[in-house]
């Protein structure tokens, strides 16, 4: 079992910056790929930004320029820099894991107020 804690959200103004963080209990090096998604309220879960084991990133058309994902090996923990922060960019923000199965943080709440 791996566990996945998310931390770093909260409520911004429309132009400002967060960044979240996801600590993980196992090695995020040795996970097929670890990512960032989003869930707005009655919207569906969608892929924010992923980053490989060889460190390969993909994001999002809607984030691409704003958002930037990282990982700090002595932490072992993933981050996601949002910059330029805009109010459609509200939602609860959840870290995912692959390491042959599929692992979920909790999720932390993004506030984007204009």
């Known amino acids: 079992q791996v566990q996945l804690v998310e931390s770093g959200g909260g409520l911004v103004q429309a132009g400002g910056s967060l960044r979240l963080s996801c600590s993980a209990s196992r090695s995020i090096f040795s996970a097929n790929f670890m990512g960032w998604y989003r869930q707005a309220p009655g919207k569906q879960r969608e892929l924010v930004a992923t980053?490989?084991?060889?460190?390969?990133?993909t994001y999002a058309d809607s984030v691409k320029g704003r958002f930037t994902i990282s990982r700090d090996s002595v932490k072992n923990t993933v981050y996601l820099q949002m910059n330029s922060l805009k109010p459609e960019d509200t939602a609860v923000y959840y870290c995912?894991?692959?390491?042959?199965?599929?692992?979920w943080g909790q999720g932390t709440q993004v506030t984007v107020s204009s």
């Open positions: 980053i490989t084991s060889s460190g390969m990133t």
């Open positions: 995912k894991g692959v390491w042959g199965n599929v692992y």
